[in-house]
Nanobody
Framework: VQLQASGGGLVQPGGSLRLSCAASGGIFSRHAMGWYRQAPGKQRELVAGITNGGSTNYADSVKGRFIIPRDNANDNTVYLQMNSLKPEDTAVYYC???????????WGQGTQVTVSS
């Protein structure tokens, strides 16, 4: 099983980025998928998750700014649309997959997001 995340980079405060995650090597149509992040000196935290049925869950810090759409044509792909980015969103973002949100079984390699002017 592999999760390949992409789309990170440097963006100014108030800007947007879209992360992508492509899963392979398994059947993910029954899995929840999600994004975690870890900032320097902080614990890893759940940012957003989506179940196979389309139910979503967001951290309070990103509600109203981030969206986690899932590719309906391809259950193995999930995105993280990040809008109105803040410096405190700076972190390494990890794509995950598992039976339920919050208990991932698989982790991607991480992609760096830096929000700075």
């Amino acid at each position: 099983v592999q999760l390949q995340a992409s789309g990170g980079g440097l963006v100014q405060p108030g800007g947007s980025l879209r992360l992508s995650c492509a899963a392979s090597g398994g059947i993910f149509s029954r899995h929840a998928m999600g994004w975690y992040r870890q900032a320097p000196g902080k614990q890893r935290e759940l940012v957003a998750g989506i179940t196979n049925g389309g139910s979503t869950n967001y951290a309070d810090s990103v509600k109203g700014r981030f969206i986690i759409p899932r590719d309906n044509a391809n259950d193995n792909t999930v995105y993280l649309q990040m809008n109105s980015l803040k410096p405190e969103d700076t972190a390494v973002y990890y794509c995950t997959s598992g039976i339920i949100i919050g208990a991932p079984s698989y982790w991607g390699q991480g992609t760096q997001v830096t929000v700075s002017s």
